[in-house]
């Protein structure tokens, strides 16, 4: 009987060409058909297709096709052949180690999950995605069966280990496989068993105020201990809460150390990198930190993601700020001298080199920054307070100073005199 007249269907006939050659455990058999069919794990495909191939050889040796049509190709079917092979030739069946994952992959997920799951409560996470490494000898094993047979509704064992995984997790414990903001990604490696964790970053959005002057936005240390306070030491409350590793600011933009921040307060992410907790209410975290010390205060919003701080850092250059500044003239200041620059600086685009100050950490370049706003009154003879609305990134001092000539037009040009900022603080910060 040649099997062109043999009555069987693409399955039967598939596994068969398949399994004459390759021995196949359950999964890997069922994963070369994964796509046909629908809420079947690829354990059930395999072992169905196996059992309708077993009863169809069956069927023909009772009709009087040869033995060998089936006791051939049973130990590369293994396990659901070996009643069958008993049956027909009193022997036990020696089944032969799957040709794709060595017999392996069955027990790998389970001992994956264990492991994985002390990672994932560990670090308090609700949302995971499972991400699998395969060794490459594996994955051209499977490609190539894939192609001598023409299969086409495979998928890879990658697929598979990720997704079988992420399930199994999610019936034992109370955490969801999602792509969507996933708080952790659990790694694992086949066939070595390895299993580890990588935690993202709990992501906070906010504002916040500087109080104080003195006081840097980045944590900044010396041998002598941290050179000024700092927006992101006032943070550090934060890594006590979540148990995390460190605490990054990422702000829209920076003032000086010397200028406050006021006002609006200033558009910030917070990130508390390697977290162990992340369930804590925003208002919780807000108050820790605003009790903690006198200068920074915060407010929380909500929850950010990578592309909000993105978005912050590019957007920064084009936000409008406005400044108070207190500048003290020399020889004094008449309020007709005030509309003068009130008149001469709105709507203009100021001309800045480099200010001297920045000079050794930053590239010597010309940069237009156009003022929308300044509005000046006197306060004493020799000192005017000023509100400046610009676009983000003018350097007021220097539009004040003049910076001996590098910045232009400036205050100390239009008086004709020298004009210095003495305090300075942002109080709006427009997102
Ligand atoms: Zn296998």
């Known amino acids: 009987m040649s099997e062109d007249h043999i009555d069987w ?8 060409e398949v399994l004459k050659k390759y021995p196949l455990c359950d999964r890997c058999l069922g994963r070369l058909f994964a796509r046909l069919g629908h809420g079947l794990s690829n354990k059930d495909r ?13 069927k023909m040796i009772i009709e009087g096709a040869p033995q060998s049509i089936f006791t051939d190709v049973a130990p590369n079917i293994g396990g659901p052949a070996s009643g069958l092979y008993r049956k027909l030739t009193g022997q036990d ?4 180690t799957c040709a794709i994952c060595g017999g392996r992959l069955e027990t790998f997920i389970e001992e994956a999950v264990e492991r994985a799951i002390p990672l994932i409560k560990a670090y308090g996470v609700k949302r995971f995605i499972v991400g699998a490494r395969v060794s490459p000898p594996i994955l051209e094993r499977e490609e190539r069966i894939k192609e001598e047979y023409k299969l086409e509704h495979g998928e890879s064992i990658r697929a598979e280990i990720r997704r079988e995984i992420g399930k199994l997790i999610q019936e034992r414990i109370d955490a969801v496989a999602e792509f969507e903001r996933p708080e952790a990604t659990i790694l694992v490696e086949f066939p070595s068993g390895a299993v580890w964790i990588q935690v993202n970053s709990l992501l906070l959005r906010g504002r916040y105020w500087k109080l104080g002057r003195m006081i840097s936005q980045a944590y900044w240390p ?6 000024y306070f700092s927006i992101e030491q006032a943070l550090w409350p934060l890594l006590k809460l979540t148990g995390g590793e460190r605490v990054i600011l990422h702000a829209s933009g920076r003032e000086d150390v010397d200028a406050r921040m006021l006002g ?3 558009p910030m992410v917070v990130e508390v990198k390697v977290p162990r907790r992340r ?3 925003l208002q919780e975290m807000e108050e820790t930190i605003n009790k903690s010390n006198r200068w920074v205060k915060i407010a929380l919003e909500g929850y950010a993601t990578r592309q909000d701080i993105t978005l912050y850092k590019s957007e920064e250059a084009r936000k409008e700020k406005t400044y108070k500044a207190l500048i003290a003239v020399e020889g004094g200041v008449a309020e007709e001298e005030l509309r003068k620059i009130e008149e001469e600086l709105t709507g203009r685009v100021i001309m800045q080199r480099t200010p001297t100050r920045v000079l050794h950490r930053r590239p010597d370049i010309l940069r237009r920054r156009r003022v929308l706003e300044t509005s000046c009154k006197t306060l004493t003879k020799t000192l005017a307070e000023c509100l400046i609305t610009a676009e983000g990134g003018l350097y007021v001092k220097e539009l004040i100073s003049g910076d001996n000539g590098r910045t232009t037009p400036s205050f100390s040009e239009i008086l004709g005199r020298g004009a210095e900022c003495v305090e300075l603080d942002v109080v709006a910060v427009k997102l």
Request: hydrophobic share 30%; glycine share 10%.
């Open 279 to 281: 369930d804590i209410p």
């Open 93 to 96: 069946l020696e089944e032969r």
């Open 264 to 266: 609006t307060g200033r």
């Open 9 to 16: 269907g693409y399955l039967e006939r598939k596994a068969w």
């Open 46 to 58: 395999g072992r169905a297709i196996k059992t309708s191939l077993i009863m169809t050889l069956h």
């Open 222 to 227: 010396t041998p002598e201990g941290p050179k």
